[in-house]
């Protein structure tokens, strides 16, 4: 069973707006950190964002920020990724996430488990 599972992908215009959600499938993650991560077609999967267990601590990758943001409802336990402005170059499968430990994560080597991904396509 795949324990995270992302919605709210989809297809999108240049400059419009997704917000992504996590859900875990069975345990709960609300003491660790957790993040997302893209992969484009023929390139490497990439960070996007992390947060904290809390929500005290947040990471992003510098072409998104200002225009995305990551946050998270423990009491739902619920992931979010508000996209913003979005670019062709964002079109990508994005994945959730979650950290070996209570704080932000940016590395694929830091996650311990993931989801199956959403397609987010952007069209210019």
């Known amino acids: 069973q795949v324990p995270l599972e992302e919605s709210g992908g989809g297809p999108v215009e240049a400059g419009g707006s997704l917000r992504l959600s996590c859900v875990p499938t069975g345990r709960t993650f609300s003491s660790l950190g957790m993040g997302w991560f893209r992969q484009a077609p023929g390139k490497e999967r990439e960070f996007v964002a992390s947060?904290?267990?809390?929500?005290?601590?947040?990471a992003y990758t510098d072409v998104v920020k200002g225009r995305f943001t990551i946050s998270r409802d423990n009491d739902k336990d619920t992931l979010y990724l508000q996209m913003n402005d979005l670019k062709s170059e964002d079109s990508a499968v994005y994945y959730c996430a979650v950290c070996r430990s209570w704080d932000v994560c940016s590395a694929s080597e830091e996650s311990i488990y993931w989801g199956q991904g959403t397609q987010v396509t952007v069209s210019s």
């Open positions: 947060i904290s267990w809390s929500g005290s601590n947040t």
